[in-house]
């Protein structure tokens, strides 16, 4: 079925993709829940963390989540919010893990921001804020749990301004805190919501009381009311308004305040995100600028999970729909390789199961199934050869040795390395002159988790051993005879990764400048994004 261009602009149009960054333990997923409970997603509170509960039960390697509680994984929801179809691409808060989530941002086309209000901006949050910046992305701000004692709001906003290097612009205002807190302000509106502690597990309408100067204010707050006319009159002199195109420009945050587990403030967040969130935005590739409406299909891949389904060790690769209409069969050209395939069951993930699309839109994410023929950072298109830039690759910093406890399995364990390693969180080295294996990976966390899952879904039990390796350099060159000169030379420090690419392992950063200053005529590259 083809789909007309105005059919495809409206769909497309009417797409919000977004991720939801904080500190662990700010109320990322309870938000999650709550805009899920709100777009009527799922029916009762509590079913992303028993999600959570299931995929333990299916897949333990999850149980570290639950120990730990950290977030491992991002996972993609698509739902249906107020007529628009909202696309939530969650991202793991701890910073192990990090460079899944950076390359999760690239994907998104804005970011809601929540902050614990007793503990303000955290260090995670300053550094998601960091890659959000670098896309201008628009961010929201959701200062939470204010049904605990927290810092004074002003001082909360003055903090996100100076730490974050962000103006804000308060649309809701707390009225109380802790056991006082009785709802919010809204600047906007002039509505005054008031609302019932304890009623976490439903969606709960807020009482709405219109104008600040309504009588009935001060019937239902008594002398609060007159405490609230004053503070809001104070906070709107020395605040920045709302100003919708600095906002698109990432420099101003429209900033909410609430209490997620109550659903105190939470619906006029969502409300106000839905309004001004902006749809998908025009993205950038070597060649040229790819608008959204193009007609031709475009996309690329910022995620791959591998064993997904463990009985079939397929891995999906999660693709963003830049321009055109995605069709269930549809064939695409990967750019890095040049090879056409054809996609014919891509996978949408909806709030609670997957499903089969029969078309997706700019904005959307699709799952491909592939067997390691796809790379994160892919770019496929229907006709072109397009490179869609911008999604960054991490070198590893930290190195061990692997060490089997049954020698026998040395084969299981080259395939899960490999396999594991197409995730992007680890990169997987092969000693030219050794059967040694070593992993790369930029957060120590990385080693317990690829041990656990090389144990649950390979069968092999593996040790993680400190190595001597400081850094890891992937080198090339266009001259064959100086390259063969330097493997002669340097043997020793040299391996393969799982791509078959030639990396310089250092033990020392001296060690690397040596090497550097021999062979002038070899490049030596950070990461592989440079190859
Ligand atoms: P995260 O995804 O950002 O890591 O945070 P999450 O939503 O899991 O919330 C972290 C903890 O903070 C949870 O408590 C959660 O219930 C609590 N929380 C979230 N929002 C609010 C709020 O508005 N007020 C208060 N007082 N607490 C809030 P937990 O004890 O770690 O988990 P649980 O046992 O409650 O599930």
């Known amino acids: 079925m083809s789909q007309s261009k105005s059919g495809q602009r409206n769909e497309y149009l009417n797409r919000r993709t977004f991720a939801i960054i904080s500190h662990p333990d700010a109320g990322k997923t309870t938000i999650t829940e709550k805009i899920l409970l709100f777009g009527g997603a799922i029916q009762v509170a509590g079913s992303v963390k028993s999600r959570k509960a299931d995929r333990h039960a299916t897949s333990d390697w999850m149980a570290m989540e639950q ?3 950290i977030s491992i994984t991002s996972s993609i929801m698509q739902f249906p919010y107020k007529g628009r179809t909202m696309n939530l691409l969650d991202t793991p808060g701890h910073a192990d893990f990090s460079e899944d989530t950076y390359r999760t941002l690239t ?49 909360l906003l003055d903090e996100v301004e100076d730490v974050l290097k962000i103006r804000c612009a308060p649309i809701t205002w707390p009225i109380g805190m802790g056991k006082r807190l009785k709802g919010v302000y809204h600047f906007i509106d002039d509505e005054v919501l008031l609302y019932e502690a304890g009623k976490n597990y439903e969606t709960q309408q807020a009482v709405v009381i219109k104008g600040l100067n309504s009588p009935e204010l001060d019937e239902k707050l008594g002398d609060v009311a007159a405490e609230l006319r004053e503070e809001i ?15 698109l420009n990432g420099e101003l945050s429209p900033v909410f305040f609430g209490s997620a587990i109550n659903n105190f403030g939470v619906q006029p967040l969502l409300d106000s995100f839905v309004e001004h969130a902006p749809e998908p935005q025009p993205r950038a590739t070597t060649e040229r600028v790819v608008e959204p409406d193009e007609t031709k299909c475009s996309g690329f891949v910022f995620k791959i999970q591998a064993n997904m389904d463990p009985n079939h060790r397929d891995r999906v690769a999660f693709m963003r729909i830049c321009s055109g209409v995605f069709t269930q069969g549809m064939k695409l050209k990967n750019s890095r390789t040049g090879k056409d395939i054809k996609i014919p ?41 397009l490179q869609f830039t911008g999604i960054p690759s991490f070198a590893p910093e930290l190195f061990r040795r692997a060490r089997l406890k049954d020698p026998l399995k040395l084969k299981a364990l080259q395939k899960g390395l490999a ?11 092969r000693p030219l002159i050794s059967n040694e294996l070593i992993l790369g990976a930029v957060g120590v966390l990385q080693f317990e988790v690829v041990a656990y899952r090389l144990k649950r879904e390979y069968n092999v039990e593996a040790i993680f051993e400190n190595v001597d390796t400081r850094t890891a350099y992937w080198v090339d060159t266009d001259d064959d005879k100086k390259m063969q000169q330097f493997r002669n030379k340097n043997e020793m420090n040299l391996a393969e990764d799982a791509h078959g690419h030639l990396v310089y392992l250092a033990p020392s950063m001296v060690n690397l400048q040596l090497a550097q200053d021999r062979h002038p005529d070899i490049r030596f590259h950070n990461t592989t994004e440079t190859l």
């Not at 009159?233 to 308004?241: D, M, N, R, T």
């Not at 709030?351 to 023929?373: C, K, Q, S």
């Open 67 to 69: 120990e730990r509680g």
């Open 345 to 385: 069951n891509a996978l949408t993930f909806l709030a609670e199961h997957r499903d089969h699309v029969e078309h997706a839109y700019p904005g959307d994410i699709i799952g491909i199934h592939n067997h390691g023929t796809i790379s994160i950072g892919d770019s496929f298109s229907e006709t072109e050869n």
């Open 419 to 429: 396999q594991l390693s197409e995730e992007g969180a680890t990169q997987f080295f």
């Open 107 to 155: 994907a998104v086309d804005s970011a809601l921001m929540v902050i614990d209000c007793a503990k303000g901006v955290e260090e995670r949050t300053i550094k998601l804020m960091e890659v959000c910046r670098l896309r201008t992305t628009p961010i929201y701000t959701f200062i939470n749990k204010l049904d605990r004692e927290g810092k004074d709001p002003i001082e």
């Open 233 to 247: 009159e104070l906070v709107q002199g020395a605040s920045h308004k709302f100003d919708k195109q600095a906002y």
